[in-house]
Nanobody
């Protein structure tokens, strides 16, 4: 079992920045690929970014490339999502997920095995 707790969401104006954090506990964090997903009202959940267990490989949705950066600190059991140049369409509940598969699988297949409860990001225009 892996427990995931997201933090860092909030209200920000368009063009602003936020950094989300996801603290993991339980089994060995460094053995999991990690991903950030989001779901806006009426829309399907999408993977916005994923990172391999080592941090050596990252994947991004086209909608966030160049604006969002995923990173991880295995010593702190934490994964981050730095979000810059935020747009109103980035408004969503953001979820952290862990998976025993690859980051590419998480990104392409939109899957994760363990999930946090989410943190709300609201971008005002």
């Amino acid at each position: 079992q892996v427990q995931l707790v997201e933090s860092g969401g909030g209200l920000v104006q368009a063009g602003g920045s936020l950094r989300l954090s996801c603290a993991a506990s339980g089994r060995t964090f460094s053995s999991y690929a990690m991903g950030w997903f989001r779901q806006a009202p009426g829309l399907e959940r999408e993977c916005v970014a994923a990172i391999s267990w080592s941090g050596g490989s990252t994947y991004y949705a086209d909608s966030v490339k160049g604006r969002f950066t995923i990173s991880r600190d295995n010593a702190k059991n934490t994964v981050y999502l730095q979000m810059n140049s935020l747009k109103p369409e980035d408004t969503a509940v953001y979820y952290c997920a862990a998976d025993e598969g690859t980051a590419r699988t998480m990104a392409v297949m939109n899957v994760g095995h363990y999930w946090g409860k989410g943190t709300l990001v609201t971008v005002s225009s």
